[in-house]
């Protein structure tokens, strides 16, 4: 079935530093992208959606200028993180929709912790 | 509207029983309702999905029924083993969305 890479798995920064995680479409060509936050035991809240070759969309309180949302090919799109703070702590998950099937996936998420 | 209401929250189920998880949507624009599987520390994975045209799919010991004129669609899982210990997350989606219900704890026991 498609499948959906993200990286990385997991990652550590210090205080201040920007993070970038990437969040690839292996089988298909997806051209909306969607970057979740969980937070443990909760569901998953939509930060944004990351259109290709366009804008992201946020969600009411997301921060635009915090979470960057690239989307530069129709199999790529990247979230980074600025000047991170311990408070952006959490585990960040993409998921593509198959436009062909309708079906979405998810990438295996990422755990960033800041210290 | 844009919500998805799960329930329950929590789930305890014997080895070999059922389990079954109960979701509402308020929106007719929805055309896409899928269920996923989350383990600890992984991204969801897709389980089963439905389209509103039929009223039930089933995929091995995995079924979706559902209710167009409700707006409703449940999960069950039979004979359920310690394995499907997990959180489940159905949702409802349309081409630019998928929202989710919050999840359901399942614990199997043994």
């Known amino acids: 079935g498609a499948v959906v890479s993200q990286h990385p798995s997991w990652v550590i920064c210090k205080s201040g530093t920007s993070v970038k995680i990437e969040c690839r479409s292996l089988d298909f060509q997806a051209t909306t992208m969607f970057w979740y936050r969980q937070f443990p035991k909760q569901s998953l809240m939509l930060m944004a959606t990351?259109?290709?070759?366009?804008?992201?969309?946020?969600e009411q309180g997301v921060e635009k200028d915090k979470f960057l949302i690239n989307h530069a090919s129709l199999t790529l799109s990247t979230l980074t993180v600025t000047s991170a703070h311990p408070e952006d702590s959490s585990f960040y998950i993409c998921?593509?929709?198959?436009?062909?099937?309708?079906?979405?996936?998810f990438g295996q998420g990422t755990r960033l912790t800041v210290v | 509207q844009q919500q998805v209401k799960q329930s329950p929250q929590s789930l305890i189920v014997q080895k070999g029983g059922i389990s079954i998880i109960n979701c509402a949507y308020e929106n007719t624009a929805f055309d896409y309702f899928p269920w996923y599987q989350q383990f600890p520390g992984k991204g969801p994975a897709l389980l089963i999905a439905i389209r509103p045209d039929v009223s039930e799919k089933k995929e091995g010991r995995f079924t979706i029924s559902f209710n167009k004129s409700a707006k409703q669609f449940s999960l069950h899982i039979m004979d359920s083993q310690p394995g499907d210990s997990a959180t489940y997350f159905c949702?409802?989606?349309?081409?630019?969305?998928?929202?989710f219900g919050k999840g359901t704890r399942l614990h199997i026991l043994p």
């Open positions: 990351s259109n290709e070759g366009s804008k992201a969309t946020y």
């Open positions: 949702a409802a989606s349309r081409s630019d969305k998928i929202i």
């Open positions: 998921s593509a929709r198959d436009p062909i099937h309708s079906e979405a996936f």
